[in-house]
């Protein structure tokens, strides 16, 4: 090398593959949603798989970077085009993967960090190759050493803040994650014919770079090329909608939000819950009110089939904390909501709460979808904030999936609940449970009992449910020692996972 790199160019360099990586990082977790949820066990997957890789890549780059400059820029320019071809293909090696890791892999823990090593890992192993490269070139051909070590390693900070910030509040919203992905594979396919233009002339014969580099966007192209499983990607969920009606005429959607269905209706039957929880939350809570003459809040839209019965039957006023503006405009467009019937705030439901005086007759809690739950929506300070948003004789209602032969979510919430309410309840279908079988419940919290033990309604066959008797509620808090949820210590994924 005839001259030394410029320090800004080198500085350039390495917040540019910091920040590309970064939003890989950020969009592995969407990219995930579809096929496992959004979960504490999904961003844990993500963030250990990811460092990870940047650490085998340090490694690696570390023993690149005893080389001359020029050969080590030349074989960092080909480590980015790994990083551009493995990022390129993530789309379709995630989709294709998916089915057979998952199988595989039944348990959440495992199948999660098994698919995000196939998709992540190997995009992550080559984006950390640059640093230790970089940096040793600006200490060695820099006087001041220690002021360039410095600068590399704050343009690498800088760069991954960029690129945190730019996927989630940029390019996700804006592009979707598998264009955003092929945006960072030109971004490292740029990086590397940097890098090699600047390996020396060796490095500038770049006909074999420029053609991994085309190849790497077409793999990218191809990826986009294929199905999206979102009809909408939203800051939040991947929305899909699903007609199930077997009459075209008569239309019945389920909505799909992630990995998920977390709602069906029927254009004709708005009254008709088609899911054991929305029946039981919906006949509850007019056993205890009345069908019409009391308000309602509710801790999540999703496809708004309680809220829009509710409507129909004329229960009112009603509001609806949804924090994903997209949800909502997916069940007005599909689910035949009309949100002049309700107040829908687009935001979180405890902030919704926390920032309002209103109070209303029932509060309806839906947080429980499979085992990503939002925590700070199950503990005694979130309970203490919806009874005083309750008016006296007020009912809260919330939704809870656990194992039959387990309970431990189930009880831990309502020890939690019964340090905060004076009567709380807990309803399910009035049958023998299958061993070890994922069980609907729903928890019923107010200042007295409801006045009927059991009711029967459709969902959409008539069913008939009932609340568990004192006596059992007592054996299961005594057999499973429920810990108290609290804003400090609230271990709701680990008690709702499946364990062998």
């Known amino acids: 090398m ?57 490694w690696w780059g570390g023993r690149i970077a005893e080389r001359d400059s020029d050969s080590a820029l030349r074989v960092t320019g080909w480590a980015l085009i790994g990083a551009a071809a493995t990022t390129g293909i993530a789309v379709m090696l995630l989709q294709l993967s998916a089915g057979p890791v998952l199988t595989a892999l039944p348990r959440p823990v495992w199948g999660i960090t098994a698919l995000t090593l196939v998709a992540f890992f190997l995009p992550s192993f080559f984006a950390g190759v640059p640093a230790p490269v970089l940096a040793q070139i600006a200490v ?14 704050a343009s690498g900070a800088v760069g991954a803040i960029a690129g945190t910030l730019l996927a989630g509040f940029v390019f996700i919203s804006w592009l979707g994650s598998a264009l955003t992905l092929a945006v960072v594979t030109v971004t490292y396919v740029a990086s590397a014919a940097l890098c090699l233009n600047l390996g020396g002339a060796a490095g500038r014969k770049l006909a074999l770079p420029a053609l991994a580099g085309l190849l790497s966007i077409a793999l990218a192209g191809a990826s986009l090329a294929r199905p999206s499983p979102c009809d909408t990607e939203s800051q939040y969920f991947c929305i899909r909608t699903q007609d199930i009606s077997a009459d075209p005429s008569a239309p019945v959607n389920l909505m799909v939000l992630n990995h998920l269905a977390h709602g069906i209706s029927a254009r004709d039957l708005p009254r008709v819950m088609f899911t054991d929880y929305t029946a039981m939350l919906d006949a509850i809570a007019r056993a205890r009110h009345g069908d019409s003459g009391f308000s309602g809040f509710f ?15 004329g229960i009112g006023p009603l509001t609806v904390a949804e924090i ?35 109070r209303y007759d029932v509060i309806i809690g839906d947080a429980f979808t499979d085992i990503a739950v939002p925590a700070h929506l199950v503990t005694r300070e979130f309970f203490e904030l919806v009874r005083s948003r309750l008016t006296p004789g007020g009912s809260y209602l919330m939704n809870v999936i656990d194992y039959e032969d387990r309970l431990e979510a189930l009880s831990a919430l309502t020890a939690t609940l019964r340090d905060v309410f004076p009567s709380v309840e807990v309803w399910t279908e009035q049958r023998a449970p299958e061993p070890g079988e994922r069980m609907i419940f729903v928890i019923v919290a107010g200042d007295a009992p409801t006045p009927v033990g059991s009711l029967s309604t459709p969902s959409p066959d008539l069913t008939r449910y009932g609340a568990l008797s004192d006596g059992f509620v007592a054996q299961m808090l005594a057999r499973t020692d429920p810990v108290i949820l609290t804003d400090d210590y609230a271990p709701i994924d680990r008690l709702v996972s499946p364990r062998d």
Request: charged letters at 15%.
């Open 2 to 58: 005839t001259r030394p790199t410029p320090l800004w160019l080198l500085v350039f360099l390495q917040a540019a593959v910091s920040a590309a990586s970064l939003v890989v990082e950020i969009v592995a977790g969407r990219m995930l949603a579809p096929y496992v949820g959004m979960s504490l066990y999904t961003w844990t997957s993500v963030i250990a798989v990811v460092l990870a890789g940047f650490s085998a890549g340090h």
């Open 324 to 358: 994903d503006p997209a949800v909502t405009a997916t069940a007005t467009r599909d689910f035949w909501f009309d949100p002049a019937s309700a107040t829908v705030l687009d935001t979180d439901a405890r902030r919704a709460l926390r920032e309002s005086d209103t």
């Open 299 to 313: 801790i999540g839209g999703g496809s708004y089939s309680i809220p829009r019965a509710w409507a129909d039957r």
């Open 140 to 153: 060695r051909e820099h006087d001041r050493s220690g002021p360039a070590l410095g600068a590399m390693f």
